[in-house]
């Protein structure tokens, strides 16, 4: 009885279990069924918990969404399951949020899904207002990726040392500033951790907390300042299981190495990437840390770090290296022994290391091992000579980058059995002859580099016969001719085409019409003499916007410029200048809101500057001197335009007034409305030209950035312009010169005074106008002048005797005014020629032959040296002012004062008996 007892219960037992599993079954077949729990719904069933899920609707509300790629996290009851948003994961075991996938690149792709694939590079998708708290919700969550969501500079919240379960966090980029966060020191179960490209303050202490992450692999604190942790090679080896350090731009200082730092039982014995990239390690003891890994090592990168002397042997015993970077180091030479045994390494940076010799020797030091399994050899920017070598030995070779070296002599025809080469950059060299035909068998080329040479000849279509990947083309700065049938199809589809000074003309090349990927075109200075025909701007519409560069200056192309150029909305700079442009300029330039620089001299528009140009608020540089350009010149420039650098609108026909407006262009450091109309005064608000009144050290060039297809791409402009007479080209140091020039105009009234606040000016040009009044007394203070033309003016009074104290000029013109007197005498003054100060028949003394008389050098000018001189009347006054509060301010007291009076009386008697007293005592003394 009692066993049948047991087996009903526990058959009860089975049956209450039955029902329970087949209850829950019908609740995952039918949802409408619903137990109540919270995370089932009536349409399906929702995996997301409902805290989780507010916990990150509050995160959201931190975030600024301008592309509305979270539009998926809402409230809305078709969209209530959280695990579905874009960027999040959950467990599909417990239906947890585990996983929080925000970075940049997740979200690029989202972006690109939105965009159906037309997308234009975004820096950072989303913005961080703050942190939600709430994030603390998540207890379950492994790994958190916000990068690249730009949080400017506020501080990374304390509570993030408590997300305890995290695996996997990256902060990178994020903008996050203040100070550094140590607390992700109490994430103990971290096994990825990038803090990297933040704006932390100073980190320092790193041993108090990085060694308690002992399950770390990977470790990136890339641009922390570092540079007073000294002991922060002997923290890094407490991480027991570290493969990858990156510590790119931390200041880090030399490492001290103990003992105790490489013979750590408890440091990682499976370190295999480290990147010191651009920091200051200038002690060889860093080659003694890393002889630790001689098996273990696959990527080492010591790019920037000042090391000198010779590339160590103990490289050699690194054989596992694939990646091997010591570019920008100041290398003397190269230990002959130190990549004989590197037979795994794939690629190799040496640029910019100041190696010299011959290139074929350096070739003979790498291994045959070495040269077969070699794809990257970069060794750009050095001093190498002699010839390219046989380089056929290199079966794998992918990238080779010689640039900016010294070689000379042909480009072997052998180069074209490189079957494998993708990259080939030998640009900027001595090279000569014409090119090998064998090029066009490099049926992998994407980029080929052939610029800045001596080679010449022709290139035709069989030197691409088979470049059907090549994406890059420069063949600039070479004499060479590029003949090609009319009806050519090239292979290839080219994203930049940087072709300038190659003999293309004279008619416009018409292969390029099957172009149509291409975001970069330089064809200036080609030879070409035809009209520009109009399927060039016939593109279509993926065309339009993939174009960022056009240059076509330097050729002798005629046309009016099309309405449609408002397609061309990602233009960043727009060169047509020294052509035979015509026609008015379209207001559909108007429409180019992304460009920085317009150039149009030389060419023959006409009309007004047509006030779309507003809208262009990213311009920087505008020139469109030597046309045929009228009308009053725009107020619009100086309100809309304000980070322009350059404006140029010289030799035209504008005319009216100089705008007050013009002051506004606080940026400006090259302004020259010369030649042209302009009448009136000249704006006393001059001043407020705040580049021009800075003494400071600007970048010698002015460099613009844009984004190619993820690539961040550099160009310098260039200027021309009149300098001391003649006319110059400036690139590589136009950011240095700071100029005015209101030449041949019709400005009347006074210089202003304002003028001499601009102390950075180099150049200053006001001749031929109506100008009268005197010099101010100031100039003087234009300590940076090197330019000094106020010829053919009305200019009367003497030259102010601080224009002598200007060390710097070189060249001074005066004459042709009604300057009076004598030349004041100075180091520089009397070194001009006189006929640069002809035609003042009132001044006198050298370099003039008209000697002063004795009259003339005692006249002292009222304008000037009341003001330049120290001894003037208001020292007299003050000299008078001080003698009667000094001295009758004590003796007026003395006299009037009785008891005053007898207290210092008393005074200078007790005074004379202490004295005799003391005299005395000091007789005796020696006697």
Known sequence: MEGDRIRIRCLNKLFRALIVVFTLLQCAVNPSLSLGFKNISSEGVVRCFERE?????????????????????VREEHKQDCCKWVGVHCSNRTNHVTQLHLGWYSLNESYSHQQKGDTWYINYFLQGKMMSPKLLELQHLKYLDLSSINFNGTRLPYFIGSLSNLRHLDLSDAYFGGRFPSQVGNLTHLQYLDLGWNVFNN?????????????????DLSRTNLSNVHDWLETVSKLPKLTNLTLQGCGLPSPVIHSSTLFNINSSKSLAHVDLFDNQCTSPSIYLWLSNYNASLVHLDLFNNNLTGLIPSVLENLTSLVYLSLSLNKFDAVNPHSFSSLCSLQELYLGNTSLSG??????????????????????????????????????????????????????PESIGQLSNLHHMDLGMNALEGVVSESIGQLSNLEYMDLSTNALEGVVSESHFSNLSRLTYLDLSSTSLALCFNSNWAPPFQLDNIILSSCKMGPYFPKWLQTQNEYSYLDISDAGIVDILPS??????????????????????LSGELPECLTYFDHLVMLDLSYN????????????????????????KFVGELPSSFKNCTSLKVIDVGNNQLSGPIPKWLGVSLQNLV????????????????????????????????????????????????????????????????????????????????????????LGLVKRIDFSSNRLTGEIPIEITYLVGLISLNLSINGLTGELPAKIGKLQALEILDLSRNQIDGRIPTSLARIDRLSVLDLSYNNFIGKI??????????????????????????????????????????????????????????????????????LIFIRQWRYSYIRFLNVLNDWLYVKVILIKRHFN
């Open 535 to 556: 399927w060039f701007w016939g593109m279509t519409r993926d065309a339009y916007r993939r174009l960022m560069f056009l240059n076509l200056s330097s050729n002798n």
């Open 203 to 219: 980190a320092e202490n790193l041993n108090s907390w990085l060694p308690r992450l002992s399950s770390l692999t990977y470790l």
């Open 824 to 893: 004041p005498t100075g180091t520089q003054l009397q070194s001009f020629d006189p006929s640069n100060y002809a035609g003042n028949p009132q001044l006198c003394g050298p370099p003039l032959q008209n000697m002063c008389d004795d009259q003339q050098e005692t006249v002292i000018s009222s304008n000037e040296e009341e003001k330049d001189e120290l001894i003037t009347w208001g020292f007299y006054v003050s000299m008078a002012l001080g003698f009667i509060v000094g001295f009758w301010g004590v003796c007026g007291n």
């Open 580 to 603: 035979a442009f015509s026609g008015k300029i379209p207001s559909a330039v108007g429409s180019l809101y992304r460009m920085e620089t317009l150039k149009l001299r030389s060419n």
């Open 358 to 411: 011959l290139f074929s020797k350096f070739v003979q030091m790498l291994s045959t091992c070495v040269q077969n399994s070699l794809e990257s050899l970069y060794l750009y920017n050095n001093h190498l000579s002699g010839s390219i070598p046989d380089l056929t030995n290199f079966s794998s070779l992918k990238r080779l980058s010689l640039t900016r070296n010294q070689l000379s002599g042909t480009i």
């Open 646 to 733: 350059i404006l140029m609108l010289s030799s035209n026909n504008f005319n009216g007034s100089m705008p007050s407006e013009l002051c506004r262009l606080t940026k400006i450091q090259n302004l020259d409305v010369s030649v042209n109309n302009i009448s009136g005064a000249i704006p006393k608000c001059l001043s407020n030209l705040t580049t021009l009144a800075q003494i400071r050290n600007s970048s010698p060039i002015l460099q613009h950035q844009f984004v190619i297809l993820n690539y961040l791409v550099y160009y310098e402009d260039d200027a021309t312009f009149i300098w001391k007479g003649r006319m110059y080209s400036y690139k590589n140091t």
């Open 53 to 73: 899920r507010e916990a990150l609707l509050a995160f959201k509300h931190g975030l600024v969404d301008h592309y509305h790629l979270l539009s998926s996290w």
